[in-house]
Structure formats: C-alpha cells, structure tokens
C-alpha cells in the first residue's frame, strides 16, 4: 500500500491549493455567511471545479469523468479545507457521483452522471434522522404501489438539501434499506434550510407522501450505502486534515509574530510542546488519510476500517488544531474579525458528519474482531 502521493495525486494537490488560495480564501466564506447568500456557496466557482475536471473523479471515463479515484479526490478537499471553501464537493462529487456510479443502472447513469461532471445538476444525500450519524437506523418507509413507491419521513442534517436538484433518499422498504432518486422539487418534498455553526449548508427534509417510480430504485441498498459512506469519512478526512494543517500553520505562524514584553511567545517552553503535539497528531492523521484512500482505490479488505480510522483521528486532530488555536492566539483569537475561531466551528460541525470518534471508534473496534 503506498503511503506516499504519485506525481498525478501531487498534481492535482498542487492545482488545488493554488485555486482555492487564490480563488476561495475564508473570507470568501465570511462573505457568503454575512450576505445570507441563498445558495451558501458560488456557483460561479463550482463550474470552475467541474471544468477543471475534479467532479469528474469518481465517474467512469464512459460518463464523462476521469475515474482518478479517492485519492485524487481527496487532494481537492485537503486544498479546500485549508480555505474552509464551501462547495459541494461532498455532497455532489462524492457522494452522489458514487451512489449512482456504484448504485446506478445505465440509464439512471446515462441521464445523471454527465449533467454532474458538468457541474450542472447538484445531489444531496437524505440519510440522518436523529441527533447522531445512525445509519442503520432508519425510520422513513418506502412502501410499494403501483408503478412505483411511495416515501414518507423526515430527514435532518442533509448537506447541500435546499439547493439540491435530486435527492438521494434512504427509506426502508419490504426488502430493507433503499435508496431511491427524488426530484428535489417533487410534490410531498419540503426542504428547509439550516445554517450550521459553520456557516456551511444543511437541510430539514421531509417526505409527505411522494411518489416515485420503480427507475428511482438505486442497486446495491445497504451495502451500497455502507461502500459510499466509508468514502465519505475518508474525503471528509482530508477536508479535515487540511483545516487542522492551517489552523496549525497560522498558529505557529502568531507565535513568532507575537511579542509579550519583548520576547516572542513562540519561545515559551509549554507553547512549543503544545505546538509540538499539534503537528505530531497532523502527520499522524495525514498516513491514516493517505492509507485509507489507497485501501479504497485498491479495493482492499481493509478498507472500511481504515476509513473509520482515518475519519476518527482526523475528529480529534481538527478538535485539538482548533482549540489551540483560538487559545494560543489569546482574546484576539475569540472575535469574529479573526479568522481562526472558523476553524474551530468547523471542526464542531465536520465531527458530527458521517460519525463522530465514538461512532468511527466502535466501527473500527466491530470491523477488528472486537
């Protein structure tokens, strides 16, 4: 299993550093936050994305993409992590491109893959129903009529939901777990957006009724969903990895600059150890990450494993970067005018999403034999 980047996968982080640096820096993400832009992210920007070719990672050559893979990927969300970038990467070139290459029959890829690649038709999945990531806990129901099914339920924390052109829904059926396509603005779909602490998008969805027919059906129901969810903890990994990464570079960064009474705080004993530990746990979360991406594209058995792995560690990186840096950078570090306290929001939110340590900690123990 490789542990280190090929010159393809350096590439493409290279690329994307430079693009969200210069393209989508946290004030961007300020902007978006303070305007109470409608859609929460730039339009504008993610067709960029798709013509650079990153929408298309996951989508086989014959739909349009590249088919680079999770690695390839997740250089991308590292980049956008660092910027905090809002965009549905997740929700779209992840997510969605996966469930329906995966999941899709070649109809259902022929109509939705290449408007995806484009940048053109955006997906959302609709899996949360409580507080906490359960997915095998799901009480929305597909019941089977004529022609077709019908969905009720409600589902929470769905990410890019409002804006979403088609939902990916998780409903039980006669036959167990499903996913189904929805229209977005089907009749009987409520959306309601929820801003979370992170200014990032996330909806209220519920389902009164809807109809749907049998070509809604994705292939695959529980081991579909489980095979994409493991992808994205990886990909959320790397978002993460490249948060804590620049939380942790601006810190280092303040304690060199900041002088108390005439000598830099950089030079203090107990900051160097704290921020010593900080980078510790970074290059630990970054073999995990890369590990896990290479388990995945390899297909090798020890992949959701190390998916749960790399998505608990980064939890307690990004969780330890944030925290030391609003501490390390003292009452300037606790406004809204400074931009390290984003990093320290998004770490909240991005802990929740696809299983928290405990979650990511009990997967890992089950999938171990323990």
Sequence with gaps: MPMILSSEAQMVRDTALDFFRERS???????LRDSNDPDGFSRALWREMAELGWTGFLVPEDHGGSDFGVTGLAQVMEAAGRTLAATPLLSTA???????ALGGNEDQKAEHLPPLVAGERLFALALEEGPRHAPAKIAATATVEAGGYRLNGSKRFVLDGHIADVLIVVAQSPNGIALFLVPGDAPGVTRTRTTMVDSRNAALVRLENVHVGKEALLRGGPDLLETVLDRARVALAAEMLGSASEAFERTVQYLKDRKQFGVQIGTFQALKHRAAQMFCEIEVTR????????ALDEGGNEAAALA?????????????CGNEGVQMHGGIGMTDEHEIGFFMKRARAAQATFGDSTFCKDRYAHLMGY
């Design 287 to 294: 073999s995990a990450t890369i590990a896990a991406c290479s």
């Design 25 to 31: 820096p946290v004030l961007a993400l300020r902007k």
């Design 94 to 100: 992840l997510l969605g491109a996966s469930l329906i």
């Design 308 to 320: 749960a792995l790399a998505k608990g560690k980064a939890n307690d990186t990004l969780f330890l």
